[in-house]
DNA sequence: TTAGGGTTAG
């Protein structure tokens, strides 16, 4: 609705101007509207700005604000506001113990978020939904099964919510049988219409399970029109199971549907590059430069101490020449026991040990490297990536977990990754 | 006792 945090901002001076003064109501309605509206830090200023006049938040401003922490996966932050709800009694409002699950799915605590579940007693179904997504996201799909069945027995009606929420869980984990038995449920048990996110989980889970001739006829038998999320899932699939005849036809429809998307040309780059097939990564290129559309800017960051610690693609960081060192003795380590660079994962004509250089330069890596560094010992490592993890950093995390015995968990572009003693989360499906 | 609130995606 704001869009325009100084045009709000206005509002306000507004009303002081004509002698009255705004209240709680009014600054938590920027606080909630400009949260909504996923402007994340234009929300966490007008808190601060909401506090220096003096004005005490409540729980409805304390809801929007841990909104802000899990879209920004600000773990300490959030922590914060969950001790100062419980200080304040703000801890019983379901609204606020709902959010609190939220904050700690998307920041990465998953147990935190489990603690809070069990203490509410009036769960709603907003509270459900929210654990069950929250388990989805990390690729927990026996966990969100077992949820979804609890939640029946607890006689909370499901609605079209749950069920992305528990098809985004059998997608992530390759659950087939139990995705298709849902998808079939939530229309002949419960009566609500599948939308468009629906049959994308549907046709993501069939293709990234390697079914790419299901999704393909599930598309083609589905009563609405695939749109870019669709044509985008079957996509994604192509390309770890390295259809490139297919993936050129998802792409075509793509560059229609979304010209501007840089992600769409960048999963093809990729492909062809897998395939050595460099005149063609040189078409991507020139069409990407004809229409004028941009890689956006990569970058990663890790929070250590409160401190957010930015990654961006291309840009020195003060500290690199620490970090590359420990990163070249962290590889040799790893390729002791058994890791091996994926090269394929450079769409750059260049050889192979070049392409190994260019991997150590991702930032996720380097994000995950200075969390290593910097951080005490115990702690679980925390990095969000504004886009898709790349396949060798994937790989890399998990060698990284087992030769440093510690936790890392990972906010993508689409999804999180906890890596632990070698293994993610989401077993690989993603 | 009213405003402002928590859950959906490749």
Not at 34 to 62: A, D, H, K
Not at 243 to 264: D, R, V
Request: aromatic fraction near 10%.
């Amino acid at each position: 609705m704001w869009g325009q945090g100084d045009e709000a901002l206005g509002l306000i001076h507004q009303v002081k101007s004509s002698g009255m003064s705004p209240n709680v109501v009014s600054w938590t309605a920027l606080v909630s509207g400009s949260s909504q509206n996923g402007s994340y830090r234009e929300s966490l200023e007008f808190f601060s700005q909401m506090q220096r006049e003096g004005i005490r938040p409540n729980s409805v401003t304390l809801s929007s604000l841990l909104r802000n922490c899990g879209g920004l996966s600000l773990l300490q932050k959030g922590k914060e506001i969950h001790s100062f709800s419980i200080k304040n009694g703000f801890i019983e409002d379901v609204f606020v113990a709902t959010a609190l699950i939220d904050m700690y799915c998307k920041s990465g605590n998953l147990k935190a978020a489990y603690e809070v579940f069990e203490r509410i007693e009036n769960k709603t179904l907003a509270t459900w939904n929210c654990l069950i997504m929250g388990f989805a996201i990390y690729g927990l799909g026996k966990e969100v099964v077992s949820l979804f069945e609890q939640m029946l027995g607890a006689d909370i009606i499901p609605d079209a919510i749950t069920f992305t929420a528990v098809l985004s869980g059998c997608k992530n984990s390759g659950l087939v049988n139990e995705g298709w038995k849902y998808f079939d449920s939530m229309s002949s048990d419960y009566g609500i219409i599948p939308t468009i996110e629906h049959y994308s989980c549907m046709v993501d889970l069939l293709g990234r399970a390697g079914y790419l001739d299901e999704a393909w006829d599930f598309m083609q038998s589905m009563p609405l029109k695939p749109d870019a999320t669709i044509w985008g899932a079957l996509l994604g699939s192509c390309r770890i199971h390295k259809n490139i005849q297919l993936a050129e036809i998802a792409s075509k429809k793509l560059f229609e549907l979304e010209p501007y998307n840089s992600a769409n040309y960048v999963l093809m780059l990729n492909l062809y590059a897998m395939f050595d097939r460099w005149g063609d990564v040189e078409c991507i290129k020139d069409l990407m430069s004809d229409i004028g559309v941009k890689n956006g800017q990569v970058w990663s960051w890790v929070e250590i101490d409160q401190i957010i610690h930015v990654f961006c693609a291309g840009e020195n960081h003060p500290d690199e020449g620490e970090i590359y060192y420990e990163l070249y003795h962290l590889v040799s380590e790893m390729k002791k026991l058994g890791y091996k660079p994926d090269v394929k994962c450079v769409y750059q004509n260049i050889d192979d040990s070049e392409k190994e250089k260019v991997l150590l330069s991702h930032t996720e890596k380097l994000a995950i490297t200075y969390g290593l560094i910097k951080s005490r010992s115990i702690t679980p490592i925390r990095v969000i990536k504004n886009s898709r993890i790349c396949p060798d950093c994937h790989t890399a995390a998990k060698y990284m977990s087992l030769v440093k015995n510690r936790e890392i968990f990972l906010r993508d572009g689409s999804r999180f990754h906890h890596f632990s003693e070698g293994k993610c989360s989401c077993n690989d499906c993603w």
